[in-house]
């Protein structure tokens, strides 16, 4: 059993949207951007293009709960996004079915209505292998939706569920971590879902971890400033909703 890891500095501004070859993109941050942002944000900030697509989807947004997004000021920034993203879904798409889960060293559901008060989790741990069971059970309760699913994280799973339902954490992560985790994306895969993963850190075993999830699964990867999160989780909801992709 290991320590908390350590907070990493935010990625180096690069060009918006500039792939790094490895199905990444980079979203850049305002030079002398504040760390600790309170962005409020409805889905009247963002312009929808309609399209003949009106299918329903079946919704999953990941956050990171974790002790770190408090350290670097990027968990009100996720909390926004959530809030936006559920609005933007009653207002244009109430025939979609939605869930947010929070992970920390367990993984929950997050309502609506629990968000506007929530606060990050002041324990160890990054369970995405137990949020990733849950939005699992989430689209095989919709199989005729079109699974969509966004993850907000920070750092690498550092923690597992174990079959007694315990949460496992350890630093660096165990193996056993990694493969119950990454045994999950195989199971997206299947289910058709792209995993679309935006980091809030530049890490170099965070990026080692999505890049292979990515390789696997088929999603985007993308860097993503704080103060840009909420435009660009809804941007790419929009356009990952509207492309159809079953």
Not at 216 to 233: D, I, K, M, S, T
Request: hydrophobic share 40%; net charge positive.
């Amino acid at each position: 059993m290991g320590g908390s890891r350590p907070p990493s500095p935010l990625a180096p501004v690069p060009p918006e949207g500039a792939p790094d070859g490895k199905n990444r993109h980079h979203i850049g941050r305002a030079d002398g951007a504040s760390r600790r942002l309170m962005v409020r944000l409805t889905s009247r900030d963002f312009r929808v293009a309609e399209t003949e697509r009106r299918s329903a989807a079946a919704v999953c947004l990941l956050v990171d709960l974790s002790y770190s997004m408090a350290l670097r000021g990027t968990w009100a920034v996720a909390k926004q996004t959530a809030l936006a993203l559920h609005a933007l879904l009653r207002s244009r798409f109430p025939q979609d079915a939605v869930q947010v889960i929070g992970f920390s060293n367990y993984a929950r559901e997050l309502h609506e209505a629990e968000l506007a008060g929530l606060g990050w989790d002041m324990v160890q741990g990054t369970n995405l292998h137990h949020a990733l069971l849950l939005a699992g059970r989430h689209i095989d309760k919709h199989p005729e939706h079109e699974p969509v699913v966004l993850i907000v994280t920070d750092g690498e799973p550092t923690a597992h569920l174990q079959r007694d339902g315990r949460s496992w954490f350890d630093w660096p992560p165990s193996p056993e971590t990694i493969e119950l985790t990454l045994a999950e994306v195989d199971k997206m895969t299947r289910r058709h879902a792209a995993l679309n993963i935006f980091m809030l850190a530049d890490d170099a075993r965070l990026s080692a971890f999505v890049d292979n999830v990515a390789r696997r699964n088929g999603g985007r990867v993308l860097q993503a400033a704080p103060e840009r999160l909420g435009e660009y989780v809804i941007r790419d909801f929009l356009r990952t909703r509207g492309s159809g992709r079953r």
